[in-house]
């Protein structure tokens, strides 16, 4: 069905050839213009902006041809971007904020929230979000006045600039392929018809993954639709998108080291292609009190979300009315293979044989192949390493219905030689929310596809006297949660971006929010569900029955002052200083029972930067320091001895200062390099507890340590060249990341790494295009995580022979072939 309504679509785009685009202008010959964290009337140029802010253009779009969020983020100074979980559910760090996921970034789509709380438990906004040729451009503003603008985006805000149909009927088809069975078509048709302006484009894509489950790991797309009409005062535009999509979340893997003590391949396992997810882990039933559950880990991140939005824009009286209205309901599930730190299995029998009571007799016991029960594992050298491993079988179940308003008056004052550019705006949000989690423990052996696993004692004549496991099942029930809630959320905001002079400007910008919380909670409890023969079912996590309400309000406020001095028209300075904060949200809750106190986070941010746009080069420099007060430091750990997860919470304040650079060099037509760069020092304040072992108090002080996953040193640089009049342009593309901490005790080091990736594109005429794409071409196992259920505090696998952690994907190719008319 999804490959047919993609069908269908793409052949309205096939319509008679219209006059064709034109080319795209040069990077020297183009004055951008930023509407990303500001409200005004007057246009102002990126090099007139009082904040950082890169722009991303449609042709940089084309050329690297990312294939999530992530990817495009890597193009933006002073955020720390892990791509290597697949399309979705990257983590994003800004500035040195400690938070995870999209939790301080706001993705928006034409200036308005795609999410109201990006950094919803178990639901990034990037789930919520496809790229595709519906997209025309990106605005990213780091820090600044971010939050004046939005709700929970105090590190920077990522817009997503939607293509409009012009006066002319335009349009493109793209055809993509790649090595990992990558498939894709993209489609845009636009043009006016009775009066209105009329878009329609979308995607549709297949492959199976660079890292290969064995069955399609990706699969689904995206279809969007937009009519708008300008009239003499003012415009209205309305866009409807319908995703349907399924794509896989790639985790950790295991690694080793060498005799060179640098990161190397376990025996059985491909580091740049292998991955846990396999067939025979792919479905399960578990069981549990309320009925068999079907676990479906094909379906990985399953999104079906509908997504409308309307804008309006009227002058009256001199002032004028901007709203933008949002509606989307939506409903994702994910299902995720979490891998827990390997052991030995020698280890494990050890340790299940002296757990049994001596009266059943047993002598030994056998790991056995589940799908193969006469076959037994090697427990001294299977796959090359005798290595078994509880896997976390874990599905999130998330329904999602949000109404998002943005009200702003604007209207431009002149006060003598002076002007106000005066915004006052109106943010509304009500968020509906359910959340389900269910989960199991599946025993694997350590190679790519996993094998399950049984576990059995046998006595003294070899027969089994004890089942630990049911067909792979080690335990039934690890997690539960079922909860369900409502926010409102109502901010107001206003901004005035006062020019003293022709070269002088102050921005100013205020905000206040509150926001309502309310649902409900169900309590969780262990039981014997008595239904195995097994110990599979004896400790099962669930349900109770009993739900604890939730009834909470909290609010906050903020503030920001730009200067702004230019120079000449093309060179400037500023400097700013910005009072953020992140209130609690619905996510906080309902997805974490135990979170009994959430505090409002404030940060504090201050920066200061150079601008200068010349004909042969551009420079964007900018200073930052970031003070991020009651950061909530979690982790959640697996104990391969109880087969459960314990949690705990500790606060601790962060400091972080740095260096931000991006620009580009042209120092000939047929030859240019863009660059950016980040230089920061991102560090925990005082970060003293204690932690009760066994009664006793003992106490651990992180304080100064380097923040986790955070590198003090990154950059990119994109050599390019373009040859025969422009029809062919082919680039470099370096990317370098100093090494990181796994954990908050800085005792896991997280080795520095490069990628290099390369794209080329040749124009056969006007309208034809061919473009070829190669990342990672070196096979580089650059680690973008370590493995967070082996500890955040102090990680459990410091020193160890084998460990787990997340590394890049591997070398990969795609081609592709795009007709405009």
């Known amino acids: 069905m999804k490959l047919q309504l993609f069908a269908a679509a793409a052949a309205c785009a096939l319509v008679a050839a219209a006059p064709a685009f034109a080319e795209d202008a040069a990077p020297n010959t183009v004055d951008e213009l930023v509407v990303t964290g500001r409200a005004g009337l007057e246009a102002q140029r990126k090099v007139e902006a009082s904040y950082a802010v890169t722009t991303i253009s449609e042709e940089k779009l084309r050329m690297q041809a990312p294939v999530s969020v992530a990817e495009v983020l890597k193009n933006v100074p002073g955020f720390w971007v892990e791509a290597s979980g697949g399309e979705a559910g990257a983590n994003i760090r800004a500035r040195g904020i400690p938070i995870e996921g999209y939790a301080a970034i706001g993705l928006n789509e034409d200036g308005i929230p795609v999410q109201h709380d990006g950094g919803l438990g178990f639901l990034n906004t990037d789930q919520s979000f496809r790229l595709d040729e519906t997209i025309q451009r990106v605005e990213v503003v780091r820090g600044g006045p971010s939050s004046i603008f939005g709700s929970y985006a105090p590190g920077g805000v990522v817009n997503f600039i939607t293509r409009k149909g012009s006066d002319h009927l335009e349009g493109l088809v793209k055809l993509q392929a790649g090595d990992y069975g990558y498939g894709r078509g993209d489609f845009w048709v636009g043009g006016p018809v009775a009066g209105f302006r009329l878009g329609l484009g979308g995607f549709y894509r297949q492959d199976n993954g660079v890292r290969d489950p064995g069955y399609t790991a990706d699969q689904g797309g995206q279809i969007r639709f937009s009519i708008g009409k300008d009239f003499e005062n003012g415009s209205i535009d309305f866009n409807v998108k319908h995703i349907d999509d399924n794509i896989i979340f790639f985790l950790g893997i295991p690694l080793t080291f060498d005799s060179k003590g640098d990161t190397a391949a376990v025996p059985g396992f491909d580091p740049n292609y292998g991955t846990f997810a396999g067939p025979e882990t792919s479905h399960f039933t578990f069981r549990s009190n309320r009925g068999p559950y079907n676990f479906d880990l094909t379906r990985g991140t399953d999104v079906k979300l509908d997504q409308y939005s309307f804008q309006f824009k009227y002058d009256l009286a001199g002032w004028q009315m901007q709203d933008g209205l949002r509606y989307r309901t939506s409903d994702i599930s ?453 493995n967070p259920r082996a500890g955040q505090f102090v990680s459990g696998e410091t020193g160890a022979r084998y460990y787990l952690a997340r590394p890049e994907l591997g070398r990969a190719f795609r081609v592709a072939v795009q007709y405009r008319f």
């Open 334 to 786: 994910r299902s995720g293979l979490f891998p827990n730190t390997p052991v030995q299995a020698a280890a494990r029998i050890t340790q299940v044989l002296a757990g049994l009571p001596a009266a059943l007799g047993a002598t030994s016991a056998q790991f056995r192949f589940v799908n193969a029960p006469g076959e037994v594992f090697n427990v001294a050298a299977q796959n090359g390493t005798g290595l078994v491993m509880d896997a976390s079988m874990r599905e999130q179940d998330i329904k999602l219905d949000e109404w998002i308003n943005d009200l702003r008056l604007l209207r431009t004052f002149e006060v003598g030689s002076q002007s106000h550019d005066v915004a006052l705006g109106f943010y509304v949000a009500k968020v509906d929310e359910s959340f389900f989690q269910t989960g199991a423990s599946a025993l694997v052996d350590v190679q790519d596809q996993a094998r399950l696993l049984d576990l059995v004692a046998l006595n003294a004549s070899g027969a089994v006297v004890a089942n630990f496991t049911e067909n792979g099942i080690s335990r039934y029930g690890l997690q539960f949660n079922n909860a369900e809630g409502s926010s409102e959320t109502y901010a107001f905001y206003g901004s005035d971006a006062w020019s003293l002079t022709d070269k002088l400007r102050v921005d100013l910008g205020v905000r206040w929010e509150k926001i309502d919380l309310s649902g409900r909670n169900e309590r969780s409890a262990t039981i014997n569900l008595g239904q195995s023969a097994t110990l599979a079912d004896d400790n099962v996590l669930s349900g109770t029955g009993v739900f604890d309400a939730l009834d909470r309000s909290f609010d906050g406020w903020g503030a920001t002052i730009g200067v702004n001095y230019q120079f000449q028209p093309n060179i400037g300075v500023f400097g700013r200083y910005t009072k953020g904060f992140r209130l609690p949200s619905l996510g906080d809750f309902i997805t974490n029972p135990t979170n009994t106190a959430p505090r409002t986070q404030k940060i504090n941010l201050a920066e200061a930067g150079l601008k200068i746009q010349e004909e042969r080069f551009d420079l964007y420099a900018t200073a930052f320091y970031t003070a991020f007060d009651s950061q909530s430091f979690s982790e959640t750990v697996f104990n391969p001895t109880t087969g459960a997860f314990t949690s705990r919470t500790e606060f601790t304040d962060t400091r972080s200062y740095g260096v931000e650079l991006e620009g580009t060099i042209r120092p000939t037509d047929w030859f240019d390099v863009s660059f950016t760069g980040t230089a920061q020092d991102p560090r925990f304040g005082d970060f003293k507890f204690s932690t009760n072992v066994g009664g006793t108090l003992v106490p651990s002080d992180f304080s100064h340590n380097m923040q986790v996953r955070a590198p003090k040193v990154s950059g990119r640089i994109t050599p390019g060249v373009n040859l025969f009049d422009g029809k062919l342009r082919a680039e470099l593309d370096l990317q370098y990341f100093s090494k990181r901490f796994s954990d908050a005790a800085n005792t896991l080091i997280i080795p520095a790494y490069h990628l290099i990736n390369a794209q080329v594109r040749f124009n056969l005429n006007d309208q034809i295009s061919i473009y070829g794409y190669g990342t990672n071409l070196t096979n580089e196992i650059g680690l973008t995580e370590g």
